[in-house]
């Protein structure tokens, strides 16, 4: 069993800052990608950013230059930096992370609860 663990969401002005965070726990072995995924009201769930075990980013272009994504290996912890937000940055904000439960085995994705991220204009 594999639980994540989402914290540091929130209302907050545009222009403003938010930092999320997403902590992994149980039976874990490694983890590959880690990230983020949002959805909005009436809208589908869509990538924000991802980050490998070495370190490689990948971003959705509505979020380059201003977020940022990055873990620590040893905490099995996301984060994301989310500065300069827009109203359009609202949604509920979601953790992923493929995790290798034991040694031999595949990887399985797994979903963070989501966390809600409000900005007002």
């Known amino acids: 069993q594999v639980q994540l663990v989402e914290s540091g969401g929130g209302l907050v002005q545009a222009g403003g800052s938010l930092r999320l965070s997403c902590a992994a726990s149980?039976?874990?072995?490694?983890?590959?990608?880690m990230g983020w995924y949002r959805q909005a009201p009436g809208k589908q769930r869509e990538l924000v950013a991802t980050?490998?075990?070495?370190?490689?980013?990948n971003y959705a272009d509505s979020v380059k230059g201003r977020f940022t994504v990055s873990r620590d290996n040893a905490k099995n912890t996301v984060y994301l930096q989310m500065n300069t937000l827009k109203p359009e940055d609202t949604a509920v904000y979601y953790c992923?992370?493929?995790?290798?439960?034991?040694?031999?085995?595949?990887?399985?994705?797994?979903w963070g609860q989501g966390t809600q991220v409000t900005v007002s204009s």
């Open positions: 992923i992370a493929d995790i290798v439960p034991r040694a031999g085995l595949g990887y399985g994705t797994n």
């Open positions: 149980g039976s874990i072995f490694s983890i590959n990608r």
């Open positions: 980050i490998t075990s070495g370190g490689t980013t």
